[in-house]
């Protein structure tokens, strides 16, 4: 399909997404949305794909929702076309490990589809932020909820309350980030990161991706059982024997994703 707000690519089983409406520093409109959720669920369902990459400019991962198409949105509009959730949610729904290499801006609804993606490498440069207060609204795309589980709630708070930006470091201290590398390295970082989860058993990286997100949602008696139960399901597979016999014979191991 031919996509105008995105750029596709793969590099061996890593395929990257780049959001690309640069004369509005990746303002996040439905068609964006619309196509993002298209390449997503497409690489999702290519077995030749083990990760993917998410990122945008160097200037602007994404500086939110789409403020101009929104503005003149209504109440009973926006709820009964699902706005948000309709588009939105799909990111939330892919196996695949989903990266986001942000630089630059990552603001409203920008910060939270980086919040959506599976891990968070940012560029020295980058800033996240949820400044929707400034336009009379709150974050709508999950940013109260996955930046208090990220941060906790004093800085929830600080960020959602003044609109401040939060800088790549302290992004990174607040436990946002999991990486933060120079501009000119971000997507050999996140390749390598993505070239990793490659060579690894695919069924392990989905379950162990599932796994980590259920702590988002359940006790933490809940969790430890679903974890339980999904740990020794990993028995079944080819690729726990392929696995562990590599280790006692001393050799790496051939994963074949069964
Ligand atoms: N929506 C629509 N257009 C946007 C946009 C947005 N979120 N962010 C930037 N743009 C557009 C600007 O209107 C401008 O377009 P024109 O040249 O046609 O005027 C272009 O992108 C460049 O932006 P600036 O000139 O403002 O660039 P700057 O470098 O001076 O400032 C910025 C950068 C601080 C990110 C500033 O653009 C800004 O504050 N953007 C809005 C950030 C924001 O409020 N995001 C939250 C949106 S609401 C939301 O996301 C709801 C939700 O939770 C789902």
Do not use: H
């Not at 990257?16 to 949305?33: E, G, K, S």
């Not at 800088?167 to 000119?184: I, K, M, N």
């Not at 070239?195 to 162990?208: F, M, Q, T």
């Not at 006790?219 to 059982?225: F, I, Q, S």
Request: hydrophobic share 50%; aromatic share 6%; charged share 25%.
């Amino acid at each position: 399909m031919a996509y105008e707000m995105i750029l596709t690519e793969t590099q061996g089983a890593v395929a990257v997404i780049r959001l690309n409406r640069p004369q509005a520093l990746n303002a996040l409109c439905d068609q964006l949305m619309g196509e993002l959720g298209e390449a997503l669920r497409g690489f999702d369902a290519d077995p030749a794909i083990a990760a993917i990459i998410l990122t945008g400019s160097e200037k602007a991962f994404a500086a939110g929702a789409d403020i101009k198409e929104m503005k003149d949105r209504t109440w009973p509009g926006v709820y009964f076309e699902d706005f948000i959730t309709a588009r939105w949610e799909a990111v939330t729904t892919i196996k695949k490990p989903v990266i986001a290499a942000v630089a630059g801006f990552a603001l409203g609804g920008g910060c939270e589809l980086a919040m959506m993606c599976d891990m968070i490498i940012a560029a020295d440069n980058a800033k996240f932020g949820q400044p929707e207060i400034n336009l009379g609204i709150i974050p709508g795309a999950g940013g109260t909820q996955r930046l208090t589980r990220a941060v906790g709630k004093a800085k929830a708070m600080d960020l959602v309350l003044t609109a401040r930006m939060m800088d790549a470091t302290e992004a990174e201290r607040s436990g946002l980030v999991a990486r933060v590398v120079p501009l000119d390295q971000l997507m050999a970082e996140a390749m390598k990161v993505g070239e990793k989860i490659a060579s690894l058993s695919g069924p392990a990286v989905a379950i162990a991706k599932e796994a980590v997100n259920r702590a988002f949602e359940t006790t933490l008696a809940e969790g430890v059982r679903f974890e339980r139960k999904i740990f020794y399901s990993l028995f079944a597979t080819e690729d726990q024997k392929e696995g562990m016999s590599a280790f006692a014979e001393k050799r790496k191991p051939a994963f074949r994703n069964r």
